[in-house]
C-alpha cells in the first residue's frame, strides 16, 4: 500500500479540489512506479486534517512479493495459507476495519468484520472463522474481553482460534497482557500491510 498526504495551504472546502489532490497524486505515480509495482488502483482518499487528504494506492500482493517486501517462506506458501480461510477483522475504527479488511482479501482469503464484541461473537455463532484479528481499544466490551470470551468456547466452536491482537496499545508490558488475555500475536499499530499479511500468514500456517 502506498500513501501520500497532501496538504493545500487553505482549508478546501470544495470537492473540486479532491480532483485536483488526486491529479498531483497519480501525476507523482510515473511510469518507473507503476513498473516497480505492479498494478496500482486507487484505493481510498480521506481526510486527515483540516486542508490535508491521504490518497491511498493499492498494489497487488504479488508485486510485493517480487520486490521482497514479504519473506521467501512466506512467500512459498502464501497462495495456499490463506485462500479460502475465513479471517475475522475486530476493529470500531470503520477506516481501519475496511483498510485490514481488503488487504487481507488480496490473499483470497474469506474476510468478515464486526465493530465490537457481540457482532464478532454472532460472527463465531453463525459462521466460525478460522482466524482472529481484533483490536484492543474499543469502546464497552475491548480486545481483552473478546478473546477471554472466545477462549471460553469449545474448540468445536471456535475456542481455539488463532487469534491476532493488532492495537496501538505498543511495548513488552502490553504484549505480554495480550498474550496473557489469550491472544496468540500481538502486533502494534500502525502496521505495514505486509507485515500484516506475514503475521497471519504464520498464524495459519501453526494451526
Request: proline letters at 4%; a negative charge.
Amino acid at each position: 500500500m502506498l500513501y501520500g498526504v497532501f496538504v493545500h495551504k487553505w482549508y478546501i472546502n470544495h470537492i473540486s479540489a479532491i480532483f485536483c489532490m488526486l491529479a498531483i497524486a497519480i501525476g507523482l505515480l510515473n511510469r518507473n512506479t507503476v513498473n516497480e509495482f505492479g498494478e496500482i488502483t486507487l484505493h481510498s482518499v480521506s481526510v486527515v486534517a483540516p486542508g490535508a487528504f491521504m490518497v491511498g494506492f493499492a498494489t497487488s500482493i504479488k508485486a510485493a512479493l517480487e520486490m521482497g517486501q514479504v519473506s521467501d517462506t512466506i512467500a512459498q506458501h502464501l497462495s495456499q495459507a490463506l485462500e479460502g480461510l475465513h479471517i475475522l477483522v475486530v476493529d470500531d475504527e470503520v477506516d481501519a476495519r475496511d483498510l485490514f479488511a481488503m488487504v487481507l482479501r488480496y490473499t483470497r482469503a474469506h474476510v468478515s468484520v464486526a465493530g465490537n464484541v457481540d457482532e464478532a461473537l454472532r460472527v463465531f455463532v453463525s459462521d466460525r472463522p478460522d482466524l482472529l484479528v481484533s483490536d484492543i481499544g474499543m469502546p464497552g466490551e475491548d480486545g481483552y474481553s473478546l478473546i477471554r470470551r472466545v477462549r471460553r468456547l469449545s474448540a468445536e466452536a471456535g475456542g481455539a482460534v488463532p487469534a491476532l491482537a493488532l492495537t496501538a496499545f505498543t511495548g513488552p508490558e502490553n504484549r505480554a497482557r495480550a498474550l496473557e488475555a489469550g491472544f496468540t500475536e500481538h502486533l502494534p499499530k500502525p502496521v505495514d500491510p505486509d507485515r500484516l499479511i506475514e503475521v497471519v500468514t504464520r498464524l495459519a500456517l501453526a494451526r
